[in-house]
Protein backbone atom coordinates (compact mmCIF):
# COMPACT_ATOMS: atom_id res chain seq x y z
CA UNK A 1 0.00 0.00 0.00
CA UNK A 2 1.30 3.48 -1.05
CA UNK A 3 1.10 6.62 1.74
CA UNK A 4 0.72 9.64 0.69
CA UNK A 5 1.97 12.77 1.94
CA UNK A 6 -0.43 13.05 4.67
CA UNK A 7 0.52 10.00 6.04
CA UNK A 8 4.26 10.57 5.68
CA UNK A 9 3.58 13.80 8.05
CA UNK A 10 1.85 11.92 10.34
CA UNK A 11 4.46 9.62 10.42
CA UNK A 12 7.83 11.41 11.30
CA UNK A 13 9.01 14.16 13.77
CA UNK A 14 7.79 17.24 12.31
CA UNK A 15 9.82 20.40 13.58
CA UNK A 16 8.19 24.23 14.45
CA UNK A 17 9.69 26.60 14.68
CA UNK A 18 8.38 29.56 17.38
CA UNK A 19 9.88 32.98 16.20
CA UNK A 20 10.82 35.38 18.90
CA UNK A 21 9.49 38.31 17.18
CA UNK A 22 12.34 41.42 18.97
CA UNK A 23 15.44 42.52 19.37
CA UNK A 24 16.36 39.95 22.98
CA UNK A 25 18.46 37.98 22.02
CA UNK A 26 18.38 33.93 23.36
CA UNK A 27 20.50 35.09 26.20
CA UNK A 28 18.23 37.21 27.47
CA UNK A 29 15.14 35.08 27.04
CA UNK A 30 16.14 31.79 27.47
CA UNK A 31 14.75 31.59 31.18
CA UNK A 32 11.42 32.56 30.29
CA UNK A 33 11.13 30.54 27.10
CA UNK A 34 12.52 27.32 27.99
CA UNK A 35 9.54 26.09 30.28
CA UNK A 36 6.94 27.21 27.57
CA UNK A 37 9.37 24.95 25.23
CA UNK A 38 9.04 22.06 27.57
CA UNK A 39 5.49 22.23 28.03
CA UNK A 40 4.62 22.96 23.96
CA UNK A 41 6.74 19.64 23.66
CA UNK A 42 4.56 16.59 21.90
CA UNK A 43 5.63 13.48 20.78
CA UNK A 44 6.90 13.63 17.44
CA UNK A 45 6.84 17.36 16.70
CA UNK A 46 10.41 19.28 17.67
CA UNK A 47 9.69 22.98 18.56
CA UNK A 48 12.58 25.45 18.63
CA UNK A 49 12.66 29.11 19.57
CA UNK A 50 14.23 31.27 16.72
CA UNK A 51 14.68 35.03 17.60
CA UNK A 52 14.95 37.50 14.94
CA UNK A 53 17.74 39.71 17.15
CA UNK A 54 16.29 42.57 15.66
CA UNK A 55 13.35 45.45 15.91
CA UNK A 56 11.79 46.35 18.97
CA UNK A 57 12.88 44.82 22.48
CA UNK A 58 9.30 44.17 23.40
CA UNK A 59 5.86 44.06 21.17
CA UNK A 60 3.18 46.50 23.60
CA UNK A 61 2.23 49.09 20.61
CA UNK A 62 1.30 48.46 17.07
CA UNK A 63 4.80 50.65 16.40
CA UNK A 64 6.30 47.90 17.66
CA UNK A 65 4.55 45.45 16.08
CA UNK A 66 5.67 47.52 12.55
CA UNK A 67 9.00 47.49 13.73
CA UNK A 68 9.14 43.72 14.00
CA UNK A 69 6.93 42.43 10.88
CA UNK A 70 10.39 42.57 8.66
CA UNK A 71 12.71 40.88 10.88
CA UNK A 72 9.65 38.45 11.30
CA UNK A 73 9.33 37.91 7.59
CA UNK A 74 12.98 37.46 6.97
CA UNK A 75 13.16 34.59 9.92
CA UNK A 76 10.14 33.07 8.63
CA UNK A 77 11.88 32.51 5.42
CA UNK A 78 14.91 31.40 7.05
CA UNK A 79 12.68 28.75 8.90
CA UNK A 80 11.77 27.45 5.74
CA UNK A 81 15.43 27.17 3.89
CA UNK A 82 16.42 25.53 6.94
CA UNK A 83 13.94 22.94 6.93
CA UNK A 84 11.47 23.76 9.60
CA UNK A 85 7.80 22.07 9.02
CA UNK A 86 5.81 25.23 10.13
CA UNK A 87 6.16 28.45 12.09
CA UNK A 88 4.55 30.10 15.04
CA UNK A 89 4.86 33.67 15.71
CA UNK A 90 5.25 34.40 19.28
CA UNK A 91 3.65 37.36 19.27
CA UNK A 92 -0.55 37.80 19.78
CA UNK A 93 -0.22 41.09 17.34
CA UNK A 94 1.07 38.83 14.97
CA UNK A 95 3.72 41.34 13.19
CA UNK A 96 4.85 39.98 9.62
CA UNK A 97 2.47 37.38 9.43
CA UNK A 98 0.45 37.91 6.00
CA UNK A 99 3.61 39.09 3.86
CA UNK A 100 5.47 36.02 5.53
CA UNK A 101 3.19 33.57 4.25
CA UNK A 102 3.22 35.58 0.95
CA UNK A 103 6.97 34.06 0.77
CA UNK A 104 6.87 30.22 2.09
CA UNK A 105 5.44 27.40 1.44
CA UNK A 106 5.13 25.98 5.26
CA UNK A 107 2.16 26.98 7.35
CA UNK A 108 2.72 30.32 9.10
CA UNK A 109 0.63 30.52 12.44
CA UNK A 110 0.07 33.65 14.24
CA UNK A 111 -0.66 33.51 18.24
CA UNK A 112 -3.27 36.37 17.70
CA UNK A 113 -5.46 34.59 14.94
CA UNK A 114 -4.99 31.22 16.63
CA UNK A 115 -6.49 32.27 19.94
CA UNK A 116 -8.89 34.49 18.06
CA UNK A 117 -10.49 31.53 16.15
CA UNK A 118 -10.22 29.30 18.96
CA UNK A 119 -12.36 31.53 21.44
CA UNK A 120 -14.44 31.96 18.57
CA UNK A 121 -15.52 28.24 19.07
CA UNK A 122 -15.12 28.28 23.15
CA UNK A 123 -17.14 27.36 25.45
CA UNK A 124 -19.37 30.80 27.42
CA UNK A 125 -19.18 32.67 28.93
CA UNK A 126 -15.89 33.33 27.64
CA UNK A 127 -13.03 35.97 29.44
CA UNK A 128 -9.88 37.91 26.98
CA UNK A 129 -7.57 39.01 29.66
CA UNK A 130 -5.72 41.39 27.52
CA UNK A 131 -2.25 41.81 27.48
CA UNK A 132 -2.70 45.14 29.10
CA UNK A 133 -4.70 43.53 31.60
CA UNK A 134 -2.31 40.76 32.01
CA UNK A 135 0.84 42.98 32.63
CA UNK A 136 -1.26 45.61 34.97
CA UNK A 137 -3.23 43.18 36.95
CA UNK A 138 -1.93 41.19 40.55
CA UNK A 139 -3.27 37.50 40.29
CA UNK A 140 -6.12 38.12 42.81
CA UNK A 141 -7.31 40.92 40.28
CA UNK A 142 -7.13 38.12 37.43
CA UNK A 143 -8.91 35.41 39.35
CA UNK A 144 -11.67 38.40 39.92
CA UNK A 145 -11.93 38.90 36.51
CA UNK A 146 -12.15 35.70 35.19
CA UNK A 147 -14.76 34.29 37.96
CA UNK A 148 -17.37 33.53 36.33
CA UNK A 149 -15.74 32.61 32.95
CA UNK A 150 -16.39 28.87 31.37
CA UNK A 151 -13.19 29.34 29.20
CA UNK A 152 -10.43 32.21 29.60
CA UNK A 153 -8.61 33.60 26.43
CA UNK A 154 -4.77 34.89 27.35
CA UNK A 155 -4.12 38.03 24.94
CA UNK A 156 -0.95 37.84 25.04
CA UNK A 157 2.39 35.28 24.92
CA UNK A 158 4.47 35.07 27.82
CA UNK A 159 2.06 34.12 30.39
CA UNK A 160 1.83 30.53 30.25
CA UNK A 161 2.59 30.26 34.14
CA UNK A 162 -0.92 31.61 35.15
CA UNK A 163 -2.46 28.80 33.16
CA UNK A 164 -2.70 26.51 36.26
CA UNK A 165 -4.10 29.34 38.45
CA UNK A 166 -7.08 30.60 35.95
CA UNK A 167 -7.80 27.17 35.28
CA UNK A 168 -9.26 26.24 38.60
CA UNK A 169 -13.36 25.72 38.85
CA UNK A 170 -12.95 24.24 35.84
CA UNK A 171 -12.36 26.86 33.14
CA UNK A 172 -10.40 25.91 30.09
CA UNK A 173 -7.74 28.50 29.25
CA UNK A 174 -6.52 28.82 25.82
CA UNK A 175 -2.81 29.99 25.43
CA UNK A 176 -2.12 31.59 22.54
CA UNK A 177 1.35 29.02 21.83
CA UNK A 178 -0.42 25.91 22.63
CA UNK A 179 -4.07 26.58 20.07
CA UNK A 180 -1.20 27.98 17.41
CA UNK A 181 0.97 24.42 17.70
CA UNK A 182 -1.79 22.60 17.95
CA UNK A 183 -2.67 24.98 14.73
CA UNK A 184 0.13 24.35 12.88
CA UNK A 185 0.58 20.63 13.69
CA UNK A 186 -2.60 20.10 12.02
CA UNK A 187 -2.04 21.92 9.15
CA UNK A 188 1.86 20.13 8.36
CA UNK A 189 -0.25 17.02 8.36
CA UNK A 190 -3.13 18.18 6.09
CA UNK A 191 -0.24 19.64 3.73
CA UNK A 192 -2.02 22.93 4.03
CA UNK A 193 -0.04 26.22 4.11
CA UNK A 194 -0.39 29.05 6.09
Not at 47 to 55: K, L, Q, S
Not at 113 to 136: F, M, N
Not at 164 to 174: C, I, K, N
Amino acid sequence: MKRGPRTDALRRTVRIAVVGPTSMTWDEIADDVEPDLARLRRPGVEVAYVPTGAGPRSIITDDDERAAAPHVVVTVERCAREGFDGVIIDCTGDPGLEQARLRVAIPVIGAGQAVGRASAHATPPLVVLSGDLLRASTQDELLEQVRRARTVALGGTGWSHLVPMLAGDGRVVLDPLDVALDECVSRIAANQPG
